[in-house]
């Protein structure tokens, strides 16, 4: 059985950092691309970033290129989400996610292109 288990989340003020990892369990993680989602209060999830098997290609969405980054440890099965310059905007509950042995897209944009999710870990930005 796969599990995703994100860890980071917390409160910080506009302007500062939080590092998010997520553990992979139950499968040879270097063989599916991987992604991070965010869901704020009364919205859809909507994509952040995501990152190739190996780790070749990454993929931002507008409102957070530049400040946040994607990595992924493949000897550890661990995913990052690097987040700098917080913006109150970014306030919401972060997912990791993992496609699936069907999935062919170098990296997926949309949440039904990935099999596996996280429980989510809360990030609070305050301004």
């Known amino acids: 059985q796969v599990q995703l288990v994100e860890s980071g989340g917390g409160l910080v003020q506009a302007g500062g950092s939080l590092r998010l990892s997520c553990v992979v369990s139950?499968?040879?993680?270097?063989?599916?691309?991987m992604g991070w989602f965010r869901q704020a209060p009364g919205k859809e999830r909507e994509f952040v970033t995501a990152i190739s098997k190996i780790g070749g290609s990454t993929y931002y969405a507008d409102s957070v290129k530049g400040r946040f980054t994607i990595s992924r440890d493949d000897a550890k099965n661990m995913l990052y989400l690097q987040m700098n310059s917080l913006k109150p905007g970014d306030t919401a509950v972060y997912y990791c996610?993992?496609?699936?042995?069907?999935?062919?897209?170098?990296?997926?944009?949309?949440?039904?292109?990935?099999?596996?999710w996280g429980q989510g870990t809360q990030v609070t930005v305050s301004s």
């Open positions: 996610a993992a496609t699936g042995p069907g999935n062919k897209i170098v990296v997926p944009t949309t949440t039904w292109r990935y099999d596996y």
């Open positions: 139950g499968r040879t993680f270097v063989s599916y691309a």
